[in-house]
């Protein structure tokens, strides 16, 4: 079953989100509006929360999860996800803070505390350390990060024409089943 409650916590869905069969979402998790998570992903809020914005997708083999409060950080690490977000495949979001309109490429690690304010473009198989902010407007690329350059209009006009079109395949797989 891809949606399972745990100790009391059921996953939240938003009106027409899609989640694939083979993926999993447990616990304190809330959905936007038209999100969707695809094939083998895993969304795991069993020791803290975590909250996906509308119109954001969550690719294949990708990992989101938290870090829970307990002595070492009394208040823990929830994971927070905006608006028209696309989280590329196999990427690993633990903890940390995701704005708006952002891309997340494919195999990037992003770690506890860390935090990508909107309009950013996080290049794949790139690492955002523990507590390391990734300011608006920008392309980050490496491991770890560095900012590359600022985006251009036409770059940041893909991110809601990204979002857009994982809207209409989410769609597609929902009226076939």
Not at 35 to 54: E, F, K, N, T, Y
Not at 88 to 110: E, Q, S, T
Request: some cysteine; hydrophobic content about 40%.
């Amino acid at each position: 079953m891809a949606i399972r409650p745990f100790q009391d916590m059921t996953p939240s869905l938003g009106e027409r989100v899609f989640i694939d069969d083979s993926a999993v979402v447990i616990g304190d998790v809330s959905l936007g509006d038209d999100s969707s998570v695809w094939p083998l992903a895993v969304i795991r809020g069993d020791m803290h929360r975590i909250r996906i914005g509308q119109r954001s997708s969550v690719q294949d083999g990708s990992v989101l999860h938290i870090t829970h409060a307990g002595p070492f950080n009394a208040d823990g690490w929830p994971l927070t996800i905006g608006d028209d977000v696309t989280i590329g495949h196999k990427a690993l979001l633990h903890g940390c803070r995701v704005g708006n309109r952002v891309l997340i490429g494919m195999g990037a690690i992003v770690m506890d505390g860390a935090v990508i304010e909107d309009d950013v473009v996080l290049g794949a198989g790139s690492l955002v350390p523990p507590g390391k902010t990734l300011y608006s407007g920008y392309l980050y690329v490496g491991s770890p990060v560095k900012q590359a350059r600022a985006l251009s209009d036409k770059e940041k006009a893909f991110f809601t024409y990204s979002a857009a079109n994982y809207v209409r395949l989410k769609d597609s797989y929902l009226a076939e089943s």
